[in-house]
């Protein structure tokens, strides 16, 4: 026993927690488990690994012609031209042992000092790529933070990183752990062999590999299940993880891997974050290149989930986490340990571990930034800049609303199929921070916040037409339908533990985004809408969009005629701006009511058809309130011998008549109709772009009661023409 503590002294920087073996129901937990992991189909298939190894054969047979043909090109001698040799090596998933079925693969090309990343690698070697059939979705990113090529070969999607070493030749036992592979690189090389490095590490400073993999990957899994499974959006990423479970299996050296979930849940609840975890000391060499040191370094004091890769240089593998995404993960982590706890009680499943978390069913309020491009390959690129920003936008809502307004980034994208363009959309849900006393009336307005995220992914060097972004605000209730699953019927019925706990920490009733009220009545709430159609807008205009700003048409294309009701739909142009027109006095008491009412935009950018003449009389009115409602007034007509005025079921609505048969008609559109007459959508459109949307004005010659409608969300006068 005690040479085994020994040993365990000598690969981690602590002492054990525990030296304690599995007991009998420990073992059959385990048994429980691996037959779950493997029922989930989380175990590649021995076809699926041998295409995996074919195409890193593949890969390797072109890395070593390219290079052979770049040393004849650059007058080497044959024997130098024969012994010239690039490598292929694997890092993540693959590399520890974890990679399941369609996973990527993560590769790293190790070449020749004279093979250069910026025009060999991304012009050259693209060059080859572009030209193979079974290579499709080819991208280079030359200027991220780790230069990557992504693509996909026969299927497998790879992302393909370069290195370039101080070697003439480079061995095919080249040892990439060694430091010696270090010296005379640069910062961006040094990244790009940090994976394979640190990957190597792991391996090397865990008690047990086997029981390491098991428990990496059901926490991988569970991870991915609970929507905290993403780096780039400031959550862990892959090797986070693996270096948080490869801890507790060095406090745990004779842990099995259903022990080590228990325990990881067990110990990281109970962590006292900033406080570092790492699996060695932090080493310094004379090669001078910075390593992860809060007493030194200023920047590394601001970390607030530090997690250490074990490899020289020792870095902070977790710097994207703030402090909204660290409050998403504890609360996780606290019902990851409860349910471990009912396990061990044997009063829960491992089934019950790994619910997915409701995300959309979690939060009252939502942004949403859609991302829009002419083509699947600009979108590809348009949105892999977008989500590299994204991140920046969860930390300047903290920055601007001084950590009162929490937000929770969704961790994938979403797409609506019934779109023409190529789409996806992420997600953040947004709450006020939790024991913060807030005031009838109080906003966060965050619209200045959005612009300065606008602004930042206009940064893009190869933005092209077509690529374009819209951010608004949206009412879980009012929800685009792509994003719930086929034939899921929205309700509130209690949920999971987990996701119940997120749900009573959800924003109280009067929370306000972007200086619009989101108080609202729940008749209101519960109204059946489906959310249109936004306008998207070109990352180039003058003009950014407020997160309020829901007043954006994103419906089903127009019907030119419903029923019997004529009406004339006018296109609006892709690009550009509906003309301006002199501001009347009817359209300044439109103005004054929209300031009243909190809306963004002046509404005399209301599109508006003059002098429309209105016949007769209508029983239902609809329009779009500034928080994204679709309010159906739902009125009933009454006959002209009370006067043509509606009654209405909601008594909120306060409606009188207007002793003129005319008045300025606002875009709008039909809906369907009811006993003969017209139900009108009134639908605002700011007056900045439309590029790119097949938007619409309608002109209707509807039957209509000319009256001023009013509601307690969005005051729109319809002012008379006399």
């Given at each position: 026993?005690?040479?085994?503590?020994?040993?365990?002294?000598?690969?981690?920087?602590?002492k054990?927690?525990?030296?304690?073996?599995?007991?009998?129901?420990?073992?059959?937990?385990?048994?429980?488990?691996?037959?779950?992991?493997?029922?989930?189909?989380?175990?590649?298939s021995?076809?699926?690994?041998?295409?995996?190894?074919?195409?890193?054969?593949?890969?390797r047979?072109?890395?070593?012609?390219?290079?052979?043909?770049?040393?004849?090109?650059?007058?080497?001698?044959?024997?130098?031209?024969?012994?010239?040799?690039?490598?292929?090596?694997?890092?993540?998933?693959?590399?520890?042992?974890?990679?399941?079925?369609?996973?990527?693969?993560?590769?790293?090309?190790?070449?020749?000092?004279?093979?250069?990343?910026?025009?060999?690698?991304?012009?050259?070697?693209?060059?080859?790529?572009?030209?193979?059939?079974?290579?499709?979705?080819?991208?280079?990113?030359?200027?991220?933070?780790?230069?990557?090529?992504?693509?996909?070969?026969?299927?497998?999607?790879?992302?393909?990183?370069?290195?370039?070493?101080?070697?003439?030749?480079?061995?095919?036992?080249?040892?990439?752990?060694?430091?010696?592979?270090?010296?005379?690189?640069?910062?961006?090389?040094?990244?790009?062999?940090?994976?394979?490095?640190?990957?190597?590490?792991?391996?090397?400073?865990?008690?047990d590999a086997?029981h390491?993999?098991?428990?990496?990957?059901?926490?991988?899994?569970?991870?991915?299940?609970?929507?905290?499974?993403?780096?780039?959006?400031?959550?862990?990423?892959?090797?986070?993880?693996?270096?948080?479970?490869?801890?507790?299996?060095?406090?745990?050296?004779?842990?099995?891997?259903?022990m080590?979930?228990?325990r990881?849940?067990?110990?990281?609840?109970?962590?006292?974050?900033?406080?570092?975890?790492?699996?060695?000391?932090?080493?310094?060499?004379?090669?001078?290149?910075?390593?992860?040191?809060?007493?030194?370094?200023?920047?590394?004091?601001?970390?607030?989930?530090?997690i250490?890769?074990?490899?020289?240089?020792?870095?902070?593998?977790?710097?994207?986490?703030?402090?909204?995404?660290?409050?998403?993960?504890?609360?996780?982590?606290?019902?990851?340990?409860?349910?471990?706890?009912?396990?061990?009680?044997?009063?829960?499943?491992?089934?019950?571990?790994?619910?997915?978390?409701?995300f959309?069913?979690?939060?009252?309020?939502?942004?949403?930034?859609?991302?829009?491009?002419?083509?699947?390959?600009?979108?590809r690129?348009?949105?892999?800049?977008?989500?590299s920003?994204?991140?920046?936008?969860?930390?300047?809502?903290?920055?601007?609303?001084?950590?009162?307004?929490?937000?929770?980034?969704?961790?994938?994208?979403?797409?609506?199929p019934?779109?023409?363009?190529?789409?996806?959309?992420?997600?953040?849900?947004?709450?006020?921070?939790?024991?913060?006393?807030?005031?009838?009336?109080?906003?966060?307005?965050?619209?200045?916040?959005?612009?300065?995220?606008?602004?930042?992914?206009?940064?893009?060097?190869?933005?092209?037409?077509?690529?374009?972004?819209?951010?608004?605000?949206?009412?879980?209730?009012?929800?685009?339908?792509?994003v719930?699953?086929?034939?899921?019927?929205?309700?509130?019925?209690?949920?999971?533990?987990?996701?119940?706990?997120?749900q009573?920490?959800?924003?109280?009733?009067?929370?306000?985004?972007?200086?619009?009220?989101?108080?609202?009545?729940?008749?209101?709430?519960?109204?059946?809408?489906?959310?249109?159609?936004?306008?998207?807008?070109?990352?180039?205009?003058?003009?950014?969009?407020?997160?309020?700003?829901?007043?954006?048409?994103?419906?089903?294309?127009?019907?030119?005629?419903?029923?019997?009701?004529?009406?004339?739909?006018?296109?609006?142009?892709?690009?550009?701006?509906?003309?301006?027109?002199?501001l009347?006095?009817?359209?300044?008491?439109?103005?004054?009511?929209?300031?009243?009412?909190?809306?963004?935009?002046?509404?005399?950018?209301?599109?508006?058809?003059?002098n429309?003449?209105?016949?007769?009389?209508?029983?239902?009115?609809?329009?779009?309130?500034s928080?994204?409602?679709?309010?159906?007034?739902?009125?009933?007509?009454?006959?002209?011998?009370?006067?043509?005025?509606?009654?209405?079921?909601?008594?909120?609505?306060?409606?009188?008549?207007?002793?003129?048969?005319?008045?300025?008609?606002?875009?709008?559109?039909?809906?369907?109709?009811?006993?003969?007459?017209?139900?009108?959508?009134v639908?605002?459109q700011?007056?900045?772009?439309?590029?790119?949307?097949?938007?619409?004005?309608?002109?209707?010659?509807?039957?209509?009661?000319?009256?001023?409608?009013?509601?307690?969300?969005?005051?729109?006068?319809?002012?008379t023409?006399?």
């Open positions: 026993m005690g040479s085994a503590e020994g040993l365990v002294n000598q690969i981690g920087v602590t054990p927690i525990s030296m304690a073996g599995p007991s009998a129901a420990d073992l059959q937990r385990t048994r429980e488990l691996e037959k779950f992991l493997v029922d989930s189909g989380l175990y590649e021995n076809d699926e690994a041998a295409k995996r190894e074919a195409v890193l054969a593949r890969l047979e072109l890395v070593k012609d390219w290079v052979k043909q770049l040393t004849r090109l650059r007058g080497y001698t044959d024997q130098m031209v024969e012994d010239a040799n690039a490598l292929i090596l694997t890092f993540g998933s693959c590399r520890l042992g974890v990679n399941g079925p369609g996973a990527d693969i993560d590769a790293l090309c190790v070449g020749p000092s004279y093979i250069s990343r910026d025009e060999d690698f991304f012009y050259i070697f693209h060059d080859i790529l572009a030209q193979l059939e079974e290579v499709t979705e080819l991208q280079p990113i030359p200027d991220a933070h780790v230069p990557v090529m992504k693509f996909k070969f026969d299927g497998i999607s790879i992302d393909l990183l370069y290195a370039s070493v101080s070697f003439l030749v480079v061995p095919e036992d080249l040892d990439i752990s060694h430091v010696s592979v270090l010296y005379n690189v640069d910062e961006a090389t040094v990244r790009s062999l940090n994976g394979c490095r640190v990957a190597d590490q792991i391996l090397k400073l865990v008690p086997e390491f993999r098991t428990a990496l990957r059901c926490l991988r899994f569970w991870a991915k299940k609970r929507g905290v499974y993403s780096n780039v959006t400031g959550f862990l990423g892959g090797v986070n993880w693996a270096i948080l479970v490869a801890r507790v299996c060095q406090l745990y050296p004779n842990a099995i891997p259903s080590l979930v228990s990881f849940f067990r110990v990281y609840t109970q962590w006292r974050w900033p406080n570092p975890v790492m699996l060695c000391g932090i080493e310094e060499d004379e090669l001078g290149f910075p390593v992860w040191d809060p007493r030194r370094n200023h920047r590394d004091r601001t970390h607030r989930m530090p250490i890769t074990p490899a020289y240089p020792c870095m902070n593998s977790s710097y994207n986490v703030s402090p909204s995404t660290l409050r998403v993960m504890m609360e996780q982590l606290e019902f990851g340990n409860k349910i471990c706890q009912d396990i061990e009680l044997n009063k829960a499943r491992w089934s019950t571990l790994f619910e997915p978390y409701m959309f069913e979690s939060y009252k309020n939502y942004l949403q930034v859609d991302i829009i491009a002419a083509d699947a390959d600009d979108l690129a348009w949105r892999g800049w977008v989500e920003r994204f991140r920046q936008l969860t930390l300047m809502i903290e920055r601007d609303t001084v950590g009162k307004l929490q937000c929770h980034p969704c961790p994938h994208d979403l797409f609506d019934s779109r023409q363009r190529a789409h996806c959309a992420f997600f953040m849900g947004l709450q006020r921070k939790q024991g913060e006393v807030s005031q009838e009336g109080q906003q966060f307005d965050i619209r200045a916040t959005v612009d300065e995220f606008r602004n930042s992914i206009n940064m893009y060097s190869y933005w092209k037409p077509g690529m374009d972004i819209c951010v608004s605000h949206v009412r879980r209730k009012l929800l685009p339908a792509f719930l699953p086929e034939g899921y019927k929205r309700s509130r019925l209690s949920r999971s533990v987990g996701d119940q706990r997120a009573s920490s959800s924003s109280p009733k009067d929370e306000v985004i972007g200086g619009s009220s989101l108080k609202r009545k729940r008749s209101s709430e519960d109204v059946d809408g489906q959310l249109g159609k936004r306008r998207s807008h070109s990352p180039c205009g003058p003009v950014s969009v407020s997160p309020d700003s829901v007043l954006h048409n994103f419906g089903s294309p127009l019907p030119e005629r419903l029923g019997s009701v004529e009406c004339d739909v006018t296109p609006v142009s892709d690009s550009g701006s509906p003309p301006e027109h002199g009347s006095d009817k359209k300044k008491a439109l103005d004054c009511d929209s300031k009243e009412s909190g809306l963004a935009i002046p509404a005399s950018n209301v599109s508006v058809v003059e429309l003449e209105i016949p007769s009389t209508c029983n239902a009115v609809s329009i779009l309130t928080n994204g409602l679709y309010r159906d007034l739902d009125s009933v007509f009454k006959a002209n011998e009370e006067g043509g005025n509606c009654s209405s079921s909601e008594e909120s609505v306060n409606q009188s008549s207007i002793q003129n048969n005319s008045f300025e008609a606002v875009s709008g559109l039909l809906t369907k109709i009811r006993g003969g007459c017209v139900k009108g959508i639908a605002l700011d007056g900045s772009e439309t590029n790119g949307i097949n938007g619409v004005t309608l002109k209707a010659n509807i039957a209509a009661d000319s009256r001023t409608i009013q509601d307690p969300v969005l005051r729109l006068s319809l002012a023409t006399a």
